[in-house]
């Protein structure tokens, strides 16, 4: 990003990556959280997706779902990821509250294959 007051060559260059992306990372590691630092030039699947449109790494949605809940099914947890990465909304705000939702009240599936509850929450 270049800022300029339209005065020439009082441009101020200012790096994101290293103003804004590096010290949210680092504060993400004091608060236990791992963070995967990657080269600038890197291929889509050095960062657990096909391409880089995709926002939600699908992998690890998927591995944190079967870990939090580990009585789900390989179908049921793509189940889930699809329904917290399918908007059916017509816009920005309405897909984001439906995520929330998900993430906050959690969702169900139909029914826990291991004891035969019927329609288990899923976190």
């Given at each position: 990003?270049?800022?300029?007051?339209d005065k020439p060559n009082a441009a101020l260059k200012l790096d994101e990556k290293q103003h804004v992306e590096?010290?949210?990372?680092?504060?993400?590691?004091?608060?236990?959280?791992?963070?995967?630092?990657?080269?600038?030039?890197q291929e889509p699947h050095e960062s657990f997706r096909e391409n880089f449109g995709q926002v939600v790494l699908l992998p690890k949605l998927e591995e944190a779902l079967y870990n939090i809940n580990p009585f789900l099914q390989p179908d049921q947890v793509q189940e889930?990821?699809?329904r917290i990465t399918t908007f059916s909304g017509r816009?920005?705000?309405?897909?984001?509250?439906?995520?929330?939702?998900?993430?906050?009240?959690?969702?169900?599936?139909?029914?826990?294959?291991?004891?035969?509850?019927?329609?288990?929450?899923?976190?």
């Open positions: 990003m270049i800022l300029s007051n590096e010290p949210l990372l680092v504060q993400l590691e004091t608060l236990g959280w791992t963070v995967i630092r990657l080269q600038q030039k889930v990821a699809r816009n920005l705000v309405e897909n984001n509250r439906q995520v929330l939702r998900y993430l906050l009240e959690n969702t169900t599936v139909s029914v826990n294959h291991d004891t035969g509850q019927i329609s288990p929450s899923v976190r």
